[in-house]
């Protein structure tokens, strides 16, 4: 599972909320007895495994070895949602599509460095929690809290509170990796080249960090019968947890005026083929319009490092609160960007009439305007 002489870190106060984790030591326990158990990852580029060398040296695949090899009985089936740049406001609305139709019984959820640490992401979080807890009653849950390395900033702070309120088990890399470059323990060209992926190794010390935790819950997993908590009502708004993503396969019915945008029918090769089933423009003044229903609206369309690129402007019920912008041309040299921009946050409740147009476009434009979604949450 994990080959490489890694240095001695200081597990101590690294996980919480280990001494209930009914869910999840229900889960070990039906592994111990042979049963079949699938694992998913859903988070950001850390889980989907970015800088790593290959697949099976991502953190994510490493906790699914531990468990292979700690109760070899079981049948174990591995799922990574994990999609770069994305954090879990759009987690919310992607759940069931990526990670819950695949029926996972134990899921790790990690967005805590893609995350502000601010009241909307403390909703946003909230609400795929919740959304993974009322999935299915037997449904595990483990959140992680990975950290960036070279400033040492996330959003565990509000990440926390959402998992002390339904006594989630979590886990810090702030406390366990962080405190170590802090205090001089480690170098942080061992963990990362970049300040935020981790390398192989990297992602073999965030693996054992998480897995020190698992061992610490599995050493308990028996002491006593494990009845499930009712989940207590949303300290938030909560206005993300029943968000709707629409593309072009499922916007019949909110659709309402299209001009000049072209539906994408190209086949999409999977989850992180990320331009796919959405609109694309090229004309100055091209325009669709939807009628949406809720009170948060996002709007999901590609930011490109291919300069120059065309300009839109969003309006929301006719424009009384003024123009968004949405600029395809990305700043920064990673790569095209699935950005999402919140275009109504907490709006009245009720239908919204949502207007993108085409105000910018050049003739040297190499890519055309990609409209990848509309985002319903607050329904």
């Not at 323990?185 to 960090?209: C, F, M, Q, Y």
Request: some cysteine.
């Amino acid at each position: 599972m994990i080959t490489e002489n890694l240095p001695q870190v200081d597990l101590r106060d690294v996980g919480q909320n280990t001494e209930g984790a009914c869910r999840l030591k229900n889960m070990m326990k039906k592994a111990a007895r042979g049963g079949e158990i699938r694992i998913g990852f859903l988070g950001g580029s850390i889980t989907q495994g970015c800088l790593a060398s290959s697949p099976e040296k991502c953190y994510a695949h490493k906790v699914f070895e531990w468990f292979e090899e700690t109760f070899p009985d079981a049948s174990f089936k591995y799922i990574n949602a994990g999609i770069g740049a994305t954090d879990s406001q759009f987690g919310c609305a992607r759940a069931e599509e990526d990670l819950l139709s695949r029926e996972p019984d134990i899921c790790f959820a990690e967005f805590s460095v893609n995350d502000e640490c601010d009241e909307h992401f403390h909703e946003t979080y909230e609400g795929l929690v919740r959304k993974i807890l009322k999935s299915s009653p037997d449904r595990a849950l483990m959140l992680i809290f990975n950290v960036r390395y070279d400033n040492g900033k996330n959003a565990e702070a509000v990440h926390r509170m959402i998992a002390d309120r339904y006594s989630i088990p979590c886990v810090s890399m702030k406390k366990a990796l962080w405190s170590e470059l802090e205090n001089g323990r480690i170098e942080r060209d061992l963990l990362t080249s970049d300040g935020l992926h981790p390398n192989d190794k990297g992602h073999s010390l965030v693996a054992s960090v998480i897995i020190s935790v698992l061992e610490e819950i599995r050493s308990h997993m028996d002491d006593e019968a494990c009845c499930e908590e009712e989940i207590p009502e949303p300290e938030t708004e909560n206005a993300y947890e029943d968000s709707v993503r629409y593309r072009n396969d499922n916007s019949g019915g909110i659709l309402i005026e299209c001009k000049g945008f072209e539906p994408d029918t190209s086949v999409q090769s999977g989850m992180l083929d990320r331009f796919k089933k959405g609109w694309t423009a090229t004309e100055k003044g091209s325009y669709m319009v939807f009628r949406v229903t809720g009170t948060c609206i996002g709007i999901q369309y590609r930011r490109t490092i291919q300069k120059p690129a065309p300009v839109a402007k969003v309006t929301i019920d006719g424009g009384a609160s003024g123009e968004i912008i949405l600029d395809a041309n990305f700043d920064e040299d990673w790569g095209d960007k699935l950005s999402l921009e919140t275009v109504l946050d907490h709006g009245k409740s009720g239908e919204h009439t949502v207007r993108i147009e085409l105000t910018e476009a050049h003739e040297g434009d190499i890519l055309p305007f990609y409209l990848v979604s509309v985002i319903a949450s607050g329904r």
